[in-house]
């Protein structure tokens, strides 16, 4: 077999592209706002992460223009080397007084920070614990290391207790999502620190969907728990709540120390640019001076659940703005996701492999800018497609 028999052979994107329903990689031709531009069209974004809608603030913008301004478009180099910027610095030391650690390292991508700081702190003989519905960039840095990764039955506490039983005389860490990105549940992270302190496990929690959502601060699940302490790694990423691109992880300074000097996605990547990183700035800003924000997210959140919910859709165990609606199979999947876009309305299709197979979902995100009038226009669409494909219990 040839190296690229494997492109060639390819025909499952073809097919549903034949097929009428290939919904990836969609256009927009303008901001990420409530509304969008697709193909010259407006839709309601009801699958956007920008859960605080700051991406098109006027100071996050003015504050990007002003970084390239002054320091230009990029760096040229990584953080290693030539790449350090006083504002890289600057913007480290407000995201480790955000989340209550002693210091923080950013990277370019929050994919970079996850197996960058996973790969770099796993051995030989030591233990990754992973909820079995964690990120990618999990699963893809336990895979980058050289430790055993294990994994647990999603949020279940018995599950993960059976494992660090097993792991109890080695080095063990459990890695898990503060809010989960498909499911919308959130991490029992309570119980999973009592688990820890009782089998001696280190803990690492990716804030990257619970920042800017959860605690009044916008810290995230570890401060919303009040399990900060207990927590020793926190991840974040800036590509939903604060408006930009990049990740970062805060932890004790030692253990950052060590990543500046082992973690290859930061050493052998170029940094972050300035743009990005004094976009995020002006997002942690706006987000403490603007509390309000936190506030209409979770009002707006509290009525779609209600809402969908009374409508008879099935949105599982989700308790956040990811709010996703189950239907099965890929088909029915993907004409929900069709019959949403031709009547305006912007969701995202999730079907296998992401999700096990016949378990295939719509995945809506909801932002504290939607206007109640926008939520009631979408929630009239969702009623009337969801009874004509006949994928809402109505008892």
């Given at each position: 077999m040839?190296?690229?028999?494997?492109?060639?052979n390819?025909?499952?994107?073809?097919?549903?592209?034949?097929?009428?329903y290939?919904?990836?990689?969609?256009?927009?031709e303008?901001?990420?706002?409530?509304?969008?531009?697709?193909?010259?069209?407006?839709?309601l974004?009801?699958?956007?992460?920008s859960?605080?809608?700051l991406?098109?603030?006027?100071?996050?913008?003015?504050?990007?223009i002003d970084?390239?301004?002054k320091?230009?478009?990029?760096?040229?180099?990584?953080?290693?080397?030539n790449?350090?910027?006083?504002?890289?610095?600057?913007?480290?030391?407000?995201?480790?007084?955000?989340?209550?650690?002693?210091?923080?390292?950013?990277?370019?991508t929050?994919y970079?920070?996850?197996?960058g700081?996973i790969?770099?702190?796993?051995?030989?003989?030591?233990?990754?614990?992973?909820?079995?519905?964690d990120?990618?960039?999990?699963?893809d840095?336990?895979?980058l290391?050289?430790?055993?990764?294990l994994?647990?039955?999603?949020n279940?506490?018995s599950?993960?207790?059976?494992?660090?039983?097993?792991?109890a005389?080695?080095?063990?860490?459990v890695?898990?999502?503060?809010?989960?990105?498909?499911?919308?549940?959130?991490?029992?992270?309570p119980?999973?620190?009592?688990?820890?302190?009782?089998?001696?496990?280190?803990?690492?929690?990716?804030?990257?969907?619970?920042l800017g959502?959860?605690?009044?601060?916008?810290?995230g699940?570890?401060?919303?728990?009040?399990?900060t302490?207990?927590?020793?790694?926190?991840?974040?990423?800036?590509?939903k709540?604060?408006?930009s691109?990049?990740?970062?992880?805060?932890?004790?300074k030692?253990?950052?120390?060590?990543?500046?000097?082992?973690?290859?996605?930061?050493?052998?990547?170029?940094?972050?640019?300035?743009?990005?990183?004094?976009?995020?700035l002006e997002?942690?800003?706006?987000?403490?001076?603007?509390?309000e924000?936190?506030?209409?997210?979770?009002?707006?959140?509290?009525?779609?659940?209600?809402?969908l919910?009374?409508?008879?859709?099935?949105c599982?165990?989700?308790?956040?703005?990811?709010?996703?609606?189950?239907?099965?199979?890929?088909?029915?999947?993907?004409?929900?996701?069709?019959?949403?876009?031709?009547?305006?309305?912007?969701?995202?299709?999730v079907?296998?492999p992401a999700?096990?197979p016949?378990?295939?979902?719509?995945?809506c995100?909801?932002?504290?800018?939607?206007?109640?009038?926008?939520?009631?226009m979408?929630?009239?669409k969702?009623?009337?497609i969801?009874t004509?494909?006949?994928?809402?219990?109505?008892?």
């Amino acid at each position: 077999m040839g190296i690229f028999d494997k492109c060639y052979n390819f025909q499952e994107a073809e097919k549903i592209r034949s097929l009428g329903y290939y919904p990836y990689f969609r256009v927009i031709e303008s901001e990420q706002d409530t509304v969008v531009l697709v193909n010259g069209k407006k839709m309601l974004m009801m699958g956007s992460n920008s859960y605080l809608g700051l991406t098109t603030h006027p100071r996050v913008k003015k504050a990007a223009i002003d970084a390239l301004n002054k320091y230009g478009s990029g760096c040229a180099g990584s953080r290693f080397l030539n790449g350090t910027l006083d504002i890289h610095i600057t913007l480290e030391e407000e995201l480790a007084k955000l989340v209550g650690k002693e210091a923080a390292l950013v990277y370019a991508t929050g994919y970079q920070a996850n197996i960058g700081t996973i790969s770099a702190l796993i051995m030989k003989g030591d233990y990754i614990i992973t909820d079995k519905y964690d990120h990618a960039s999990i699963i893809d840095g336990c895979k980058l290391s050289n430790g055993t990764m294990l994994r647990y039955a999603h949020n279940n506490m018995s599950s993960l207790e059976r494992i660090l039983h097993k792991t109890a005389v080695n080095n063990s860490i459990v890695i898990v999502d503060g809010i989960f990105s498909m499911e919308g549940d959130i991490a029992d992270l309570p119980n999973i620190v009592k688990l820890c302190e009782k089998y001696d496990a280190k803990l690492m929690v990716d804030e990257a969907h619970s920042l800017g959502v959860l605690h009044k601060s916008g810290a995230g699940a570890a401060m919303h728990f009040n399990c900060t302490q207990q927590t020793d790694i926190i991840m974040g990423t800036f590509s939903k709540s604060l408006a930009s691109v990049g990740g970062f992880i805060a932890a004790d300074k030692q253990i950052v120390d060590y990543l500046k000097h082992h973690s290859r996605s930061l050493i052998f990547s170029a940094s972050l640019p300035p743009a990005s990183a004094a976009s995020v700035l002006e997002a942690l800003k706006i987000m403490e001076e603007e509390p309000e924000r936190i506030t209409k997210l979770w009002n707006n959140t509290y009525y779609m659940h209600n809402a969908l919910k009374s409508m008879g859709f099935n949105c599982g165990y989700s308790c956040t703005p990811v709010i996703p609606l189950h239907i099965g199979d890929m088909i029915t999947t993907f004409r929900v996701w069709k019959r949403l876009a031709e009547e305006g309305v912007f969701v995202n299709p999730v079907v296998p492999p992401a999700v096990p197979p016949n378990q295939g979902l719509i995945r809506c995100s909801f932002m504290a800018t939607h206007t109640k009038d926008q939520l009631d226009m979408a929630l009239d669409k969702f009623q009337e497609i969801g009874t004509e494909l006949k994928v809402i219990n109505n008892n």
